[in-house]
């Protein structure tokens, strides 16, 4: 038999009162609609990576099946089940952004980071992550860095992005 994981010791207090503030938006019948807060904020807490641990602890604390979070969490191109980079550059290659040369922009970043798609720097500074629409096609080719949207991208305003984040030209 499973231990049943505490989510009350696994996340601050502060984290817990996040997740009751919204849980108490919904109906006591409907649990489910709080588990894309609750996954924002156990996430933010815990070095910006989910684990299975968390999850299955958020789906018993919610009164949910495990399977319910879990779902979420793999569909959602926001959460991230294995660990990343302190700062994560989410770069759309649907078809909107490709035809409009998102592939160029993957590229450049690949060089400029010096990683590939899916891959962290070595200092774990950056994740660079293909995702697909993000509903920016008109604005296509287009990345997301710390909730931030960036919309149609050449290599000029990726370096500008990048300097932003502290990236060398060197690099």
């Not at 919204?22 to 894309?36: A, S």
């Not at 200092?123 to 960036?150: I, N, Q, R, Y």
């Amino acid at each position: 038999m499973a231990v049943a994981l505490k989510l009350e010791k696994m996340i601050s207090e502060q984290a817990v009162a996040d997740i009751e503030h919204w849980r108490k938006k919904y109906p006591v019948e409907r649990k489910r609609p709080p588990i894309l807060a609750a996954l924002h904020i156990i996430q933010k807490e815990n070095n910006n990576s989910l684990n299975e641990p968390l999850m299955q602890a958020l789906a018993d604390y919610l009164d949910v099946p495990h399977i319910a979070v879990y779902e979420v969490a793999t569909f959602y191109s926001m959460y991230h089940t294995k660990p990343v980079g302190k700062t994560v550059i989410s770069v759309c290659t649907n078809l909107s952004c490709m035809l409009c040369g998102s592939k160029n922009i993957v590229t450049h970043l690949e060089k400029r980071l010096n990683i590939r798609l899916g891959e962290t720097t070595e200092d774990g500074a950056f994740t660079l992550k293909e995702v697909e629409c993000m509903a920016a096609c008109g604005g296509a080719p287009m990345l997301e860095v710390k909730e931030e949207f960036h919309e149609n991208l050449t290599t000029e305003k990726v370096d500008h992005i990048l300097a932003e984040l502290g990236v060398d030209e060197d690099e």
